[in-house]
């Protein structure tokens, strides 16, 4: 059973930081990635990782957040710097196990079938 649990989350003031970790299943080949979710908002794709580290990034997040993963230790992690109020939200933890998750994981939640409880993350100006 795949389970993905997330940590690291809570309230910031604008500018400040924070880090999420999310401890998932071992499997040689996934997708991995954080998404968000603001009330009465859809959940967004933010930040993922495929099997070989590519990374792909939402806009509104470039140069602020920076995804990893440590493989020996099954932890997916979210630095956060520069936080702003609109990113407040829920912060998801999902995992996708493919083979053809190697070079590039989506950023579309529709892809992704396995997903944590949430962690959230709350930003005040």
């Known amino acids: 059973q795949v389970q993905l649990l997330e940590s690291g989350g809570g309230s910031v003031q604008s500018g400040g930081s924070l880090r999420l970790s999310c401890l998932a299943s071992p499997n040689p080949y996934r997708c991995m990635g954080w998404f968000r979710q603001a009330p009465g908002k859809e959940r967004e794709g933010v930040a993922t990782?495929?099997?070989?580290?590519?990374?792909s990034y939402a806009d509104s997040v470039k140069g602020r957040f920076t995804i990893s993963q440590d493989k020996a230790k099954n932890t997916l992690n979210l630095q956060m710097i520069d936080l702003k109020p609109e990113d407040t939200a829920m912060y998801y933890c999902?995992?996708?196990?493919?083979?053809?998750?190697?070079?590039?994981?989506?950023?579309?939640?529709?892809?992704?079938?396995?997903w944590g409880q949430g962690t959230q993350v709350t930003v005040s100006s």
């Open positions: 999902a995992a996708r196990f493919s083979t053809s998750c190697g070079w590039f994981a989506s950023l579309k939640t529709s892809d992704y079938n396995y």
């Open positions: 990782i495929s099997t070989y580290d590519v990374t």
